[in-house]
């Protein structure tokens, strides 16, 4: 047990930092429910389940479908960007 708490939290801690360090929006929001699920998973290894449905429900689930259904209102996130960039470069070759 004690080992999979460590790992975890690495895992935990390589998540803040690549939140931090990520360019794109959309990875960002998917590195934080990344966050958000470990984090649940280390609250039901500690015997906390009704801490871990909350985070799992609240971190990962609304939050994140918030931060998104947010971003795309404003026109931050761009579905079809990773479309156009590839056919772009195949017009370039």
């Keep these: ?3 999979m708490m460590l790992i975890l939290s690495v895992f935990l801690i390589v998540c803040a ?3 931090s360090f990520t360019k ?3 990875s960002s929001i998917v590195i934080f429910s ?3 699920l470990i984090m649940s ?3 039901i290894l500690m015997e906390s389940p009704d801490l871990a449905i909350t985070e799992a429900a609240v971190g990962a689930g609304v939050t994140g479908i918030l931060f998104y259904a947010t971003l795309k209102k404003i026109n931050q996130i761009d579905i079809n960007f990773y479309e156009r960039g590839l056919s772009d470069e195949k017009k370039q070759a």
């Design 34 to 36: 990344a966050y958000s």
């Design 17 to 19: 930092v690549a939140v």
């Design 41 to 43: 998973v280390m609250w």
């Design 24 to 26: 794109s929006i959309l």
């Design 1 to 3: 047990m004690d080992a």
